[in-house]
T-cell receptor, first 111, second 116 residues
Framework: SQKIEQNSEALNIQEGKTATLTCNYT??????LQWYRQDPGRGPVFLLL?????KEKRKERLKVTFDTTLKQSLFHITASQPADSATYLC??????????FGTGTRLLVSP | GAGVSQSPSNKVTEKGKDVELRCDPI?????LYWYRQRLGQGLEFLIY????????KSGLPSDRFSAERTGESVSTLTIQRTQQEDSAVYLC??????????????FGSGTRLTVV
């Protein structure tokens, strides 16, 4: 069956370091994959989209990679700040019109 | 509107009652989605609208759940005879649609439904 796996354990890092979050998927061949940020009590907020023919995408301090052979996406936040603390969701598309979301990884950045 | 608006933000209902949840998408967004998020869990797809039609309603958990969309804008998710397992945050999202599939979703803040 189709599955998306993100680390269920929280990732704790110190301010200024690079955070790396992993998303693995099985039995999908997504044309694109999106990353979202979710804060407690709020809806997810779109961050980045990467297409299957793109290896890497950057936006300010964010970088996403997409390896369709490994069926994996990595999400990096460089020079992390306490304000980056949130849950980050991976979402590959399935079918033509729909995203399926992973359960997310909680990131905690301590000063 | 500027963002996706959902109402009510909180709803407490008695088991067995019907509830209606409303979503106002961003103006001009033809694609609209409903997701459910139980406490501490991921987002669960419910239904997708393109315009006023629903080409994918595969995530609706039972026939107690229904949704409609009118005027290519407002959508209503109705849950009949609510059960305690329906307690969750119901999230609505929209995006431009119309072939522009690579746009991110814009989510509302959700309706927190508690069935007592």
């Amino acid at each position: 069956s189709q599955k998306i796996e993100q680390n269920s354990e929280a990732l704790n890092i110190q301010e200024g370091k690079t955070a790396t979050l992993t998303c693995n998927y099985t039995n999908y061949s997504p044309a694109y994959l999106q990353w979202y940020r979710q804060d407690p009590g709020r809806g997810p907020v779109f961050l980045l989209l990467i297409r299957e023919n793109e290896k890497e995408k950057r936006k300010e301090r964010l970088k996403v990679t997409f390896d369709t052979t490994l069926k994996q996406s990595l999400f990096h936040i460089t020079a992390s700040q306490p304000a980056d603390s949130a849950t980050y969701l991976c979402a590959p598309n399935t079918g033509f019109q729909k995203l399926v979301f992973g359960t997310g990884t909680r990131l905690l950045v301590s000063p | 509107g500027a963002g996706v608006s959902q109402s009510p933000s909180n709803k407490v209902t008695e088991k067995g009652k019907d509830v209606e949840l409303r979503c106002d998408p961003i103006s001009g967004h033809t694609a609209l989605y409903w997701y459910r998020q139980r406490l501490g869990q991921g987002l669960e797809f419910l239904i997708y609208f393109q315009g006023n039609s629903a080409p994918d309603k595969s995530g609706l958990p039972s026939d107690r759940f229904s949704a409609e969309r009118t005027g290519e804008s407002v959508s209503t998710l109705t849950i009949q005879r609510t059960q305690q397992e329906d307690s969750a945050v119901y999230l609505c999202a929209s995006r431009p649609g119309g072939g522009r599939e690579n746009y991110g979703y814009t989510f509302g803040s959700g309706t927190r439904l508690t069935v007592v």
